[in-house]
Every structure is written in structure tokens, then in C-alpha cells.
């Protein structure tokens, strides 16, 4: 992990909003190829909105943070806790923040809070995302598949049984 900055959280703010929209434009490469900036912008702005929109309604009870580093906002995070799970909604970092250990280290928080609670962490995540990768390395196992996502979840138990697998291979071997 090569964190060189102090990551907090905090809610976000009316005055965060453009960071917010220039930090889910960071997500869309796919709108760059449109030929009128007009078109793009507004496209951009509609689905930000229609993202936004869908997040409140579906987990109306989600913690919605800001990732400061050095104060300064690099990403947000939607956390939904719930009786049943704690749920990672969404992460996302602008890319020169992104594969510095930031979102690993928010990662293993929750499953820190998973493991304290006895609740699985879960999620969801595109087929395509790169960041199925990092879930996979802190453990996440794939569940079930949903269109063009995988649904993916991490649980304490279900860590240390594979440690103590692992630990009973090495004896063995």
C-alpha cells in the first residue's frame, strides 16, 4: 500500500456537486467519443442524475461520504448498513488516485465492521470494472451473476475457515 495522503470521510455538500459530476465524467471514457461537447455534457449530467436518483431510492438509509485526501475531495463511497448486510453501493476515485491502496484501505474497513458486526460485506460490480480484481485479491468470492455484473461478497467466517484450509495444506504438505 503506498498511501501518502490522510484519507478521511464526510458527508458531501451542495458545493461538492461539481466534484461529484467531474468524478463520475472520470468513470464515462465511452461519452468521449461523442463529437458536440453540448451533447456530452448533457448526456454526462443526465446520467449522473439518473444514477444519483436511483441510489436514493433504492438505499434511501446509505451513508454517502466524500474521500478526502488531504482534505481535498479524490472519490466518494456509498455504504448501505443494513440487519441483514452492509452493502458497498458504490466507490470511486478520480484516476490518479485510483491503485494507491485508497479504496483497499476503505475496503478493509468495512470488512473490519463486517467481521465486528458478524455481517457480510457485499456488492456489486460490472463485469468489465477493473476493480473486480481488487475485490477478488481482499477476498471477495463471486455469488451470483446479474446481467453484466457480478454479485460478490466477503464474510469473516468464511475468511478464516479458508486461512485454516490453508494453514491445514502447508502442515500437510
Same mark, same amino acid.
Given at each position: 500500500?503506498?498511501?501518502d495522503h ?6 458531501p ?6 466534484f461529484l ?6 468513470t464515462?471514457?465511452d461519452?468521449?467519443q461523442?463529437?458536440s461537447?453540448?451533447?456530452?455534457q ?5 446520467q ?10 433504492q438505499?434511501?438509509q ?6 478526502l485526501?488531504n482534505e481535498?475531495p479524490?472519490?466518494r463511497?456509498y455504504?448501505?448498513?443494513g440487519?441483514?448486510e452492509?452493502?458497498?453501493?458504490d ?8 491503485? =494507491?491502496g485508497?479504496?483497499a484501505? #476503505?475496503l478493509r474497513?468495512?470488512q473490519d465492521?463486517?467481521a465486528?458486526?458478524a455481517?457480510?460485506?457485499? #456488492?456489486?460490480v ?6 473486480i480484481h481488487?475485490?477478488?485479491r481482499?477476498g ?5 451473476l446479474?446481467?453484466? =455484473?457480478?454479485?460478490m ?13 490453508q494453514?491445514?495444506?502447508?502442515h500437510?504438505s
Amino acid at each position: 500500500m503506498d498511501i501518502d495522503h490522510a484519507i478521511t470521510l464526510r458527508p458531501p455538500t451542495e458545493a461538492d456537486l461539481p466534484f461529484l459530476q467531474e468524478l463520475y465524467a472520470s468513470t464515462r471514457a465511452d461519452l468521449a467519443q461523442l463529437d458536440s461537447e453540448t451533447t456530452r455534457q448533457l448526456i454526462m449530467r443526465m446520467q449522473f442524475e439518473a444514477q444519483q436518483s436511483w441510489y436514493r431510492a433504492q438505499y434511501p438509509q446509505a451513508d454517502v461520504n466524500l474521500i478526502l485526501a488531504n482534505e481535498m475531495p479524490v472519490g466518494r463511497l456509498y455504504v448501505a448498513r443494513g440487519s441483514e448486510e452492509i452493502r458497498l453501493i458504490d466507490i470511486c476515485l478520480l484516476p490518479e488516485y485510483r491503485r =494507491h491502496g485508497i479504496g483497499a484501505a #476503505l475496503l478493509r474497513e468495512l470488512q473490519d465492521e463486517g467481521a465486528a458486526t458478524a455481517l457480510p460485506v457485499r #456488492l456489486l460490480v460490472a463485469m468489465d470494472n477493473p476493480a473486480i480484481h481488487l475485490y477478488q485479491r481482499l477476498g471477495f468470492m463471486p455469488v451470483d451473476l446479474r446481467g453484466m =455484473h457480478r454479485a460478490m461478497e466477503w464474510q469473516a467466517a468464511q475468511q478464516e475457515a479458508e486461512a485454516a484450509v490453508q494453514r491445514a495444506t502447508t502442515h500437510t504438505s
